[in-house]
Nanobody, 124 residues
Framework: QVQLVESGGGAVQPGGSLRLSCAAS????????MGWFRQAVGKEREFVGS????????AYADSVKGRVTISRDNAKNTVYLQMTGLKPEDTANYYC?????????????????WGQGTQVTVSS
């Protein structure tokens, strides 16, 4: 059974930082591209960042570029999302996802497995 378990969310003030983690099990982690998506209340799910199997390629949404870094540790079956300079508009539930394909896919339909999400709230 494939499981993706996100952690690290919470409430922070604008300008703050968070590091999200996603621990994967039940799948070939090193054989999977990994992505982070987010969904705010009343809005559609949107792409945040992705990383290829061997971390050679990464991709980021324009809205977070320069403030977010995605990384992975294949030995620990974990993908990370380091977020800095957080803004209120970053408030959302953040999901990690796994895709059985090469590259750093940016479309949600490329992803097969999804976690349950971790909430990030940015507010003063």
């Amino acid at each position: 059974q494939v499981q993706l378990v996100e952690s690290g969310g919470g409430a922070v003030q604008p300008g703050g930082s968070l590091r999200l983690s996603c621990a994967a099990s039940g799948l070939s982690f090193s054989g999977s591209a990994m992505g982070w998506f987010r969904q705010a209340v009343g809005k559609e799910r949107e792409f945040v960042g992705s990383i290829s199997r061997a971390a050679v390629y990464t991709a980021y949404a324009d809205s977070v570029k320069g403030r977010v870094t995605i990384s992975r540790d294949n030995a620990k079956n974990t993908v990370y999302l380091q977020m800095t300079g957080l803004k209120p508009e970053d408030t959302a539930n953040y999901y990690c996802a796994a895709a059985a394909r090469s590259g750093a896919p940016t479309r949600d339909y490329d992803y097969v497995y999804w976690g349950q999400g971790t909430q990030v709230t940015v507010s003063s």
